[in-house]
């Protein structure tokens, strides 16, 4: 039953928490008193200038100059964060506080090495090195360094080395094909390129050395490649290249940081692509450092006694997030492999999804992030963690990605622990972080988020834009928040920020999903109210899609669209194109149409099923229609699902109802 109390915050949670000692800080230093979470949240909102410098004042954050006030202007966009403040992200981090210089902090496993533990005076050292060696290559501030590797060591290092220089970083997993890494980087124009020479997943070598000089040489700004020998860890660098050795040679250098200003750039993340290349999006030092600093503290509970990990690769937002551990002083255990096979050198790998959950008892883990799919995966396995593995130290599990149904929190309690918290998140990339979420001092209950976060105004929206309660809405966000983007790459007159996000609703940050607000305050997603695409809780956008897929000289035109599980499952992608006259779509046309999409974007990218029609709906503005084309397929009349007044051809939504029909009226 939705709204089943799963877990109850003990008596006395305020003396346990960080929370709880934030609130007493509260009463003590600023005279205010709350008796419970919405009283808090309800002036966390309210009084956002108290409110964010609370939380830079609680976790004294060290500024070079101190800032003239707390924001300007509480309008959106445009809001200025603590003007006249200078202050460095990176130091912070390494502040580590808790933690002695020889406590475990970063705990690195893979399935392509032997585990890298890095003690707290081991990290600061090789950012320190890394650091030097970024400042003998040239880098410095506003210089940007784009990092092509896996969820390791060296990419957190690399990432506090740049950022400590007001340098600016940005990372691709990996896994992304060169079209998808070169529609990130064109934008960003890197001077300095870090890249693994390839990886494993499972017991599968992955060579990844074509697709770095691929990189190399459709990056004219690159000046400088550095390669670190992952795959093959005795392997020279290529002709021109460094090696991580070279960036991180020993030297007498000391570690320092620059004092940048509060909205200087920290990194560039960016959108999944769906309507354009996928939009670079620029966060800030202090943006960042005061909401994961409120999120891992206030709502994770993570201290310096927590070992933290999230399943997550370096192209998704959730690294980010994972990285900013320390600044907490938790540690941070980093996986890089296939979760769901296990992998021993030299054995054959085999299926198996207690690989993360081995991990997390091995790490003495105290926090598991992951995503839904991955838990409900698990629970359709009838896999039972706590049977298996010594889980004793966990006492929260994250889940975000997608919606976490209220069979996968009962899982949860049924399967790894009756005594954790369970966090269902939801955020994104454009605040890299989650701004509705768990916090310790309330309930869990089955399939419902617990609160909106601390300092995150979120509102649900009906058509006509008024706020509702016990409905479902369109998600916004009615007042700033520090880790909104500072701005896009190269949108200095704030254009396509403006579009992204203000354009329904003047002054109001709209989102882009579906949410009910409940009486209560707790919360329900169901979904993107857009046409991105999930895929295994990535967002997958479509228009990297079709520019691989349009541009084969056999197809003229493509749709894609993905149909939800509702037991929880991956559900599936369909692919559909039209295709040059008189071509019919064949076995080995298929398999180069998969093939490519894997090559040129990624393994998640490639359908499950890919089927011809003659045209692809289209708006009189030539725009796909994805999303009603979505609605036939789940069992939706064409006239309910499109106005097909609106459309250039609306003969063309025929052909996906009786595709629906054959199926059984769709796979929603």
């Not at 403006?498 to 607000?517: C, K, L, N, Q, S």
């Not at 109210?529 to 520019?547: H, I, M, Q």
């Amino acid at each position: 039953m939705v709204g089943e109390v799963l877990w109850s915050p003990p008596a006395d949670v305020r003396d346990r928490t960080r929370v709880g000692a934030y609130l007493d800080w509260l009463r003590a230093n600023r005279g205010l008193e709350f008796d419970d979470y919405a009283a808090l949240w309800r002036w966390s909102v309210t009084d956002l200038d108290g409110f964010w410098r609370s939380i830079w004042d609680y976790f004294e954050i060290k500024a070079y100059a101190e800032p003239t006030a707390t924001l300007v202007d509480a309008g959106m966009p445009g809001t200025r964060w603590f003007p006249g403040a200078t202050l460095n992200y990176a130091e912070h981090v390494l502040r580590m506080p808790g933690l002695a210089d020889d406590a475990p902090v970063v705990l690195g496993h893979s399935q392509t090495r032997a585990p890298v533990t890095l003690t707290a005076a081991e990290l600061r050292d090789q950012v320190r090195r890394v650091r030097a060696g970024l400042v003998r290559l040239g880098v410095g501030t506003g210089d940007r360094v784009a990092a092509y590797a896996p969820n390791v060591p060296e990419t957190f290092v690399l990432m506090l080395a740049t950022t400590s220089l007001g340098a600016i970083f940005s990372s691709c997993a990996p896994e992304f094909g060169t079209r998808s890494v070169l529609d990130r980087w064109r934008q960003i124009e890197p001077t300095v390129l870090v890249a693994v020479d390839g990886y494993r997943y499972g017991d599968k070598p992955v060579d990844r050395r074509t697709e770095v000089a691929a990189l190399r040489a459709a990056l004219p700004s690159v000046v400088h490649t550095v390669v670190v020998p992952y795959l093959e860890p005795d392997a020279a660098p290529p002709y021109g290249a460094l090696g991580w050795a070279d960036l991180a040679a020993e030297t007498d250098e000391p570690l320092t940081f620059a004092a940048v200003p509060f909205d200087h750039p920290l990194y560039v993340l960016y959108s999944s692509g769906t309507t354009g290349l996928p939009k670079p999006i620029v966060h800030g030092h202090g943006g960042i450092l005061l909401e994961h600093l409120k999120m891992l503290a206030l709502h994770h509970d993570l201290g310096p006694a927590d070992r933290f990990f999230w399943f997550t690769t370096t192209g998704w937002m959730m690294w980010n997030f994972l990285v900013s551990g320390p600044a907490v002083g938790a540690a941070i255990v980093l996986f890089d492999g296939n979760p769901a096979v296990a992998a021993e050198p030299g054995q054959p790998a085999r299926p198996d999804l207690g690989t993360l959950w081995r991990l997390a008892a091995d790490t003495g883990t105290s926090y598991f992030g992951t995503s839904a799919p991955f838990l409900l995966a698990c629970r359709k396995a009838e896999l039972r963690p706590a049977d298996l593995v010594d889980l004793s130290a966990l006492r929260g599990v994250g889940s975000t990605g997608a919606p976490l149904p209220a069979e996968g929190f009962r899982w949860v309690y049924d399967a790894v622990g009756a005594d954790l918290r369970l966090d269902s998140i939801s955020g994104g990339t454009d605040v890299c972080t989650g701004f509705v979420g768990g916090v310790p001092l309330l309930p869990v209950r089955a399939g419902e988020i617990a609160c909106r976060c601390l300092g995150a105004r979120v509102e649900a929206r009906s058509a006509d834009g008024s706020p509702v309660v016990d409905q479902l809405g369109e998600l916004v966000i009615t007042a700033p928040m520090p880790s909104m983007p500072v701005g896009f790459w190269n949108d200095p007159d704030g254009v396509r920020y403006r579009e992204a996000y203000f354009d329904v609703y003047p002054g109001v940050w709209r989102h882009g999903d579906w949410i009910t607000i409940t009486e209560r305050g707790s919360c329900v997603i169901t979904g993107r109210s857009d046409a991105t695409l999930n895929r295994g809780g990535v967002r997958l956008g479509t228009a990297e899609f079709y520019s691989v897929v349009e541009g084969l000289p056999e197809v003229i035109d493509s749709v894609v669209v993905h149909l939800e599980d509702d037991e929880g499952g991956a559900g599936e992608l369909l692919l559909f194109v039209v295709l040059a006259e008189g071509l019919e779509l064949d076995r080995p046309l298929t398999a180069k149409i998969a093939r490519e999409l894997r090559t040129g974007l990624s393994p998640r990218h490639v359908p499950d099923e890919i089927h011809q029609v003659g045209a692809v709906p289209r708006t009189l503005s030539a725009k796909k229609l994805e999303v009603p084309v979505k609605k036939i397929l789940t069992g939706a009349p064409v006239d309910s699902a499109a106005a097909t007044g609106a459309l250039a051809n609306p003969e063309s939504l025929l052909a996906f109802e009786r595709f629906a029909r054959q199926r059984g009226g769709g796979a929603g």
